[in-house]
């Protein structure tokens, strides 16, 4: 290493559930936007509340470079380091190599955000062909004039609850028994199922969600076809620390890794498996659906996706593009498709 000589990490693919009950409220521009960023990704800068006496509602920003984004559990180090802790603040104290970057409600890779102590709900939004969006519904935020209702806080607009929302995606909804047509989904003719969810000016409905996690299996399966009920990937157990993970069973090509604390079959264990194509995959042990509507009306697999939703970066797409590419060519269709087209 030589002095001048600058390094970039570059991330490996990596997928995200779109929805969890565990993200918290960023802010940015003193306050006047806000969405929901999951905790666990190190998309905004850390703010610490009680660090200067001079005003215990404003926070100062703490970063060890320009531009670092950390997570919210970093963020909470942070600020105890600093005799301080994250909070709803009223807006950010001045601050020099921390405050950096644009902000465009209309532009998401433009917007730096600020943690906040605040959760953060995300709900679903239904059109009337039945084609749902995520949208975020952070709390009104604190600005330097105090709370503002009516439309604040403002949020970007590709999570926005509007028609103009941009994170579209089909559901399997439950057929119609009669006409065998997907109209088991909230609509303004259905008054929004009967009223669980909320009807909004444009014609769509606002769903209230949870995200619910469940063991898929509390033994080695006893087919290996019965993996494919398993939808979620995980990191190879190599990847944790040493001595984390360890292998504790091994059966006709399935290879179950668990936490050596626990070697039950939990949430945490994991499954290496090698597919038809020789491809390895890695498998975790736990299924991720969305609980709509305020009496669990319907259950619905919780979509994956590349690109974080608060810090989205083009490299993200190209991994999403590759890995659609690659599922479309392994898909056991898609040879009878080509060959038919040849003949």
């Known amino acids: 290493v030589k002095p001048g000589v600058f390094f970039e ?17 960023v802010v940015a521009n003193n306050n006047i936007a806000s969405m929901c960023a999951h905790r666990k990704m190190p998309v905004a800068i850390a703010a610490c509340c009680g660090s200067s006496p001079l005003d215990r509602e404003k926070a100062t920003p703490s970063c060890e470079y320009k531009g670092e984004k950390v997570t919210y559990d970093d963020n909470l180090e942070r600020c105890a380091k600093l005799n301080g802790k994250p909070c709803d603040h009223i807006g950010m104290r001045e601050c020099d190599k921390c405050c950096v970057g644009k902000f465009n409600l209309n532009v ?30 952070p709390v009104p935020t604190k600005y330097f004039f ?68 469940t ?20 990191f190879e157990p190599e990847l944790y620390d040493l001595g984390e993970y360890r292998a504790v069973e091994s059966v006709d ?27 390895t995959r890695y498998l975790k042990n736990v299924k991720s659906v969305i609980v709509m509507g305020t009496t669990n009306d319907y259950e619905m697999q919780n979509p994956p996706n590349f690109i974080d939703i608060a810090h989205p970066h083009l490299r993200d797409v190209y991994y ?24």
Request: proline fraction near 5%.
């Open 9 to 25: 990490y570059v991330q490996r693919p990596c997928v995200q559930l779109s929805f969890s009950n565990d993200h918290k409220k």
């Open 108 to 137: 998401a890779e433009e917007n730096v955000w600020y943690w906040t102590s605040e959760s953060c709900p995300m709900k679903l939004m239904v059109r009337i062909d039945g084609v749902a969006a995520m949208v975020h519904d």
């Open 146 to 213: 105090g709370y503002q209702g009516n439309g604040h806080p403002k949020i970007p607009k590709h999570v926005r609850a509007e028609t103009s929302n941009l994170n579209y995606f089909h559901v399997h909804w439950p057929r119609d028994s009669l006409t065998n047509e997907d109209d088991e989904f909230p609509t303004i003719d259905n008054d929004c199922w009967d009223g669980k969810c909320t009807g909004l000016s444009d014609g769509t409905c606002l769903c209230d969600i949870t995200v619910k996690e």
């Open 215 to 234: 063991i898929v299996f509390t033994s080695m399966p006893k087919r290996k076809r019965e993996l494919a009920q398993l939808r979620i990937g995980a």
């Open 253 to 279: 090509g399935v290879d179950v890794y668990a936490p050596v604390n626990n070697t039950n079959y939990t949430t945490s264990t994991i499954f290496k498996v090698t597919d038809k194509f020789g491809r």
């Open 320 to 343: 999403e593009v590759d890995e659609t590419i690659d599922i479309l060519f392994h898909n056991e269709s898609t040879a009878p498709f080509v060959s038919k087209l040849l003949i």
